[in-house]
């Protein structure tokens, strides 16, 4: 069982950057795929970027790459998702999920746990 919970949103104009974290329980976090998720009202839940359990492969959807980073540090039991040159069209709740690492990271389903989500909002 792994508990996730996320922190570091908040309100920022566009153009800024916010570092969202994502602290988990139980001793086997180092052996999951982390994955960073948003949902804005009224639209599904999407992905947008995610890191193997070693750090060594990073995944990120194309409306923020070159922008966002995702990072882990496994001795701390953290993944981090640093965003820059933040657009309103960012604003959206932001979820971590762990998963088993299989290799697939794009979609829900290949993550078991979610934490309760922090949100973003930025102002033009």
């Known amino acids: 069982q792994v508990q996730l919970v996320e922190s570091g949103g908040g309100l920022v104009q566009a153009g800024g950057s916010l570092r969202l974290s994502c602290a988990a329980s139980?001793?086997?976090?180092?052996?999951?795929?982390m994955g960073w998720f948003r949902q804005a009202p009224g639209k599904e839940r999407e992905f947008v970027a995610a890191?193997?359990?070693?750090?060594?492969?990073?995944y990120y959807a194309d409306s923020v790459k070159g922008r966002f980073t995702i990072s882990r540090d496994n001795a701390k039991n953290t993944v981090y998702l640093q965003m820059n040159s933040l657009k309103p069209e960012d604003t959206a709740v932001y979820y971590c999920g762990a998963g088993r690492d299989s290799g697939s990271y794009l979609y829900t389903r290949d993550y078991t746990f979610w934490g309760q989500g922090t949100q973003v909002t930025v102002s033009s």
């Open positions: 139980g001793r086997t976090f180092s052996s999951y795929a």
């Open positions: 890191i193997s359990w070693s750090g060594s492969r990073t």
